[in-house]
């Protein structure tokens, strides 16, 4: 993905913050992304560390060495704590804070760290991270991103410039989706989850995400037969969800699914046009928003040592209580 043109498409305020800023080396120590679900914020994140690493004021380059190093996370000056991957704690922001203490072990002086989703860190890292900001060593740059401003604390906030990105265009987006080859289908779906084409058609021949659609195509359509439902919960959710990342991208397909069915049930329309037979099944559930806010719940307690299977089993048996 080419961020550069990216940004100066579809960003257009974030572009001239960062090229005015990058010119004039005029960065602030500390930085908030953010951006609704869709938007590739962590992606962004990277690109930024990038260039501020990059330090020749201007946008880093598709073929710079330090913006490719920094996409491996293979550059000495340079940190991400990904909490959509795995739970931070304490001691991470700690370890980060020492390794960013230690004498550089590049001719770059500059040194940029990520924290990817904030809202996920829990109370004691939030303290740790609160200290890290209030006291910035030279040349070190934080960029943190959410995708939910309003549970970023204010003490956080008032600590960062904050950025705000906006989501391209839905319709558009599928469109420059299937351009570049995806199916209709697969654009329609990954485009909540994705707002940019590129991502869309690199993610839509994977075989995770693949897995993930079917069995939630499977288990939708027989939302109102208990006996089957509980089958495919047993002999496909629980075969297939074996992981945190896995658990968490079922879940967010089976909300843009529920989410879509209460729009529908109010306009009579869809996104998801691909799928306007589920879609128009989910629509007719009794107690639908209540799904959805079960289902909302049960992600944000999947970043807890929770026992995934029985954190499945019961949220789906609660859903079918709800409507049968």
């Known amino acids: 993905m080419n961020y550069e043109k990216y940004l100066e498409k579809y960003q257009e305020i974030p572009y001239k913050i960062f090229k005015n800023s990058l010119s004039k080396n005029s960065l602030f120590h500390a930085y908030l992304f953010v951006g609704e679900t869709g938007t590739p914020l962590k992606e962004l994140a990277m690109y930024f560390a990038s260039c501020i690493l990059n330090n020749n004021g201007d946008f880093a380059k598709e073929d710079d060495p330090i913006l490719k190093n920094v996409f491996k996370n293979n550059y000495p000056n340079f940190v991400v704590l990904d909490t959509k991957e795995k739970q931070i704690k304490i001691d991470d922001i700690r370890e980060l804070e020492y390794h960013f203490s230690q004498t550089t072990l590049t001719a770059n002086p500059r040194k940029v760290y990520i924290i990817n989703e904030i809202n996920n860190l829990g109370l004691d890292s939030i303290n740790a991270l609160l200290k890290f900001l209030e006291e910035p060593k030279d040349e070190t740059y ?47 779906l990954l485009s909540f989850f994705y707002n940019d084409s590129t991502f869309i058609a690199e993610h839509a021949s994977e075989e995770t995400y693949l897995e993930s659609k079917n069995v939630a195509i499977s288990l939708l359509s027989y939302i109102y037969n208990k006996e089957e439902f509980l089958n495919v919960v047993l002999n496909q959710v629980l075969k297939t969800v074996k992981d945190k990342i896995s658990a968490r991208n079922f879940i967010d397909l089976l ?11 109010i306009n009579k329309e869809t996104i998801l046009t691909k799928y306007v037979n589920i879609i128009t099944r989910l629509s007719s559930l009794k107690k639908l928003e209540d799904d959805i806010i079960l289902l909302m719940n049960s992600r944000y307690e999947i970043g807890y040592n929770l026992n995934l299977s029985l954190l499945f089993i019961n949220t789906l048996n609660k859903i079918l209580e709800n409507e049968l």
């Open 142 to 188: 934080a960029i943190i991103t959410t995708e939910s401003e309003f549970r970023v604390l204010p003490t956080i906030k008032s600590r960062t410039e904050i950025i705000h990105f906006s989501l391209i265009n839905q319709k558009e987006l599928i469109n420059d989706a299937i351009n570049d080859g995806v199916n209709e289908d697969d654009a329609q």
């Open 255 to 265: 909300i843009v699914f529920f989410k879509e069915a209460l729009k529908f049930r």
